[in-house]
């Protein structure tokens, strides 16, 4: 799933920075976060905070979880990596094209309709395809860092994986 603020939105009554202090230092007591002394607003909302972003789900991700799917998160600005990015993608280009100065909401609206019953069903599929093969590369980088990581702490090297991505391009990046 993409990373749009939409599907990221928490249960109503998850705390809010704009929240007063004396409901944030409730919501800490209510799950389980302790400080020591007088903590300002700042240092209580970081902490909730933190503890929110770990533990409690959007919406939409504990509704998937609940019938059972597994939610993987896409890093932003791939949409290669979004089947339904690359279907809309070519609807919206075929609908686009047809555009002049006196197309009306009308027009646009049947154009789309009429691109999406045409959409051949080998192009969705070429679209699936192609996510599964950026999926499998990225897996695969992501499994050469590992073995790099392990290779270093077996060396002693000071280098993890996370400071060579950092400085380096990996194959995957090469391609974009």
Known sequence: MDNAKYHRTKPPDTPRGSMKKSELMAACKDYGLDFDGVPTKPVVWASLKDF??????AEVEKMDTE?????????????????????????????????TATTSFEDVRRRLDSAFDELPSRTIYNCITHTENMVKEMNKYLEQLDEADDDAEESGDALSSDEVSDNSESDFEKKE
């Open 52 to 57: 929110i972003s770990r533990n409690i789900p």
């Open 67 to 99: 019938r059972g799917h597994v939610v993987a998160w896409t890093p932003p600005y791939h949409p290669d990596l979004q089947p339904i990015e690359l279907v809309w993608s070519d609807v919206k280009g075929k609908v686009g094209r047809q555009y």
